[in-house]
């Protein structure tokens, strides 16, 4: 099983800052996908990258593919309270046959 | 309707007791898991099967017990529940094949006393 390392861990900043997470591995994946996940309720996709050194937005979300397809990034811009939750980044390697393959997450917290 | 519901939303139940959680999907997929999150937020995939036919398993003790009657349901039956199995227990499905974007139930809280 691929290991996907999230950083930071925890991160707390005030609203209108920009902010950006991290997702590593020393494996190669076919594609990556990002998820919020907000208390009490399951993980939402919020994207999917599939080519290296691709980048997807999303309103203010930025989201980067590696070039070697074995990182991403999110980066926020001008952080709002509503996107207060847990960030999980997932790894699907070649055809996916071991399903994906989550990070443990990076809680975001912006304070108004 | 929700796309993916799962029952019940709370669990609280003794060591040694047995318990089942429900799944049904309307989304019409062909791949369902569950996938359990511990105390730190780390999600990790038990099962997952694909048009009633198992193909992951990862390694879970064999009181863990999931069955597909159809395409759009996966239960998953716990027996002699221990404290360890304190978590929460994450239905979702897939359009076909593992691997493509998973749509979530919103979780089954399962605290074993």
């Known amino acids: 099983t691929q290991l996907l390392e999230q950083s930071p861990q925890f991160l707390s900043i005030q609203e209108g800052e920009n902010l950006t997470v991290y997702c590593n591995s020393s494996?190669?994946?076919?594609?990556l996908q990002w998820y919020r996940q907000e208390p009490g309720e399951g993980p939402v996709l919020l994207v999917t990258?599939?080519?290296?050194?691709e980048v997807k937005k999303l309103k203010r979300l930025t989201f980067q593919f590696g070039d070697a397809r074995k990182d991403s990034s999110l980066h926020i811009t001008a952080a709002q309270p509503g996107d207060t939750g847990l960030y999980l980044c997932?790894?699907?390697?070649?055809?996916?046959?071991?399903?994906?393959?989550f990070g443990k997450g990076t809680h975001l917290i912006i304070q108004p | 309707d929700t796309a993916v519901s799962q029952t019940p939303k709370y669990l609280v139940t003794q060591m040694g007791n047995d318990k089942s959680i429900k799944c049904e999907q309307n989304?019409?997929?062909?791949?369902m898991y569950w996938y359990k999150q511990d105390s730190k937020k780390f999600l990790k995939i038990m099962f997952s099967?694909?048009?009633?036919?198992?193909?992951i398993n990862e390694t879970v003790p064999n009181r863990f017990s999931p069955k597909s009657p159809d395409k759009a349901h996966l239960n998953l039956h716990i027996n002699s529940l221990e404290l360890g199995d304190s978590a929460v227990y994450f239905c979702?499905?897939?359009?076909?094949?593992?691997?493509?974007?998973?749509?979530f139930g919103s979780g089954t809280q399962l605290s074993v006393l």
């Open positions: 989304l019409g997929h062909d791949t």
């Open positions: 997932a790894g699907a390697e070649g055809g996916g046959a071991d399903g994906l393959t």
């Open positions: 979702a499905s897939s359009q076909s094949w593992v691997g493509e974007k998973l749509f």
């Open positions: 099967y694909n048009n009633k036919e198992l193909i």
């Open positions: 494996s190669v994946f076919s594609s």
């Open positions: 990258v599939v080519t290296g050194g």
